[in-house]
């Protein structure tokens, strides 16, 4: 069975633009939730989609938003890029929404210059 | 002051020792305790998850939760190089979220 995958892997871009990454969850599974990765504030819960609706934010501006598809892909996208920004962008996928199934992704490194 | 307390280490032991990684944690909601581990440019992944108090063994790795002074440890038997990566504690208030908080994570390396 293949893991969650994320694209791109990397990116770059400049303050200002914006962005969007991209989350195929697990076959089966239908709960994407999204993770912020950085050195100083570690691993931070942005949101979680569940069924195409957002079940739950984390304290994120909403310049992070999300959406969720029919088929459980996951999208989140980022406006008005901040240097802070820069971080690892983490996927993770479960089936229903039941924590002993989660599974994460890769993650997606974005690099604000 | 972090909802979730987790010292980042560097720690590096001889193989073969035993590890204790340690959080703490100042909410009393959280119910649902998990460590994940997280090798370098990979995401995370679950190694236990153990709800309310007690203990919870799989192979090598013990996981103990002890509510009363919101304290959970992760210990690791016979530890090997393999084993060297960062460890990351995180709790939930239900089992039925995606939503969980997660510790800094504590860097460990394992020395042959």
């Known amino acids: 069975k293949a893991g969650v995958t994320q694209t791109p892997r990397y990116l770059i871009k400049t303050r200002g633009q914006q962005v969007t990454l991209s989350c195929s969850p697990i076959?089966?599974?239908?709960?994407v939730s999204w993770y912020q990765q950085t050195p100083g504030q570690g691993l931070q819960f942005l949101f979680e989609?569940?069924?195409?609706?957002?079940?739950n934010k984390g304290n994120f501006p909403g310049r992070f938003s999300g959406r969720q598809f029919s088929n459980s892909r996951s999208e989140m996208n980022v406006s008005t890029l901040e240097l802070g920004d820069s971080a690892l962008y983490l996927c993770?996928?479960?089936?229903?929404?039941?924590?002993?199934?989660?599974?994460f992704g890769p993650g997606t490194r974005l690099l604000v210059l | 002051q972090k909802e979730v307390e987790q010292d980042p280490g560097p720690l590096s032991v001889p193989e073969g020792a035993i590890v204790s990684l340690n959080c703490t944690y100042s909410?009393?909601?959280?119910?649902?305790f998990m460590w994940y581990r997280q090798y370098s440019r990979k995401g995370p992944e679950l190694l236990m998850y153990?709800?309310?108090?007690g203990n919870k063994e799989d192979g090598r790795f013990t996981a103990q939760v002890d509510k009363s002074s919101k304290y959970i440890s992760l210990f690791i038997r016979d530890s090997q190089p393999s084993d060297s990566a960062t460890y990351l504690c995180?709790?939930?208030?239900?089992?039925?979220?995606?939503?969980?908080?997660f510790g800094q994570g504590t860097t460990l390396q394992v020395k042959p």
């Open positions: 993770a996928s479960s089936f229903g929404a039941v924590q002993e199934t989660q599974y």
């Open positions: 076959s089966g599974h239908r709960s």
């Open positions: 989609y569940f069924s195409e609706t957002q079940r």
């Open positions: 909410n009393s909601a959280f119910q649902y």
């Open positions: 153990t709800y309310s108090s």
């Open positions: 995180a709790m939930s208030r239900s089992s039925n979220t995606g939503k969980l908080i």
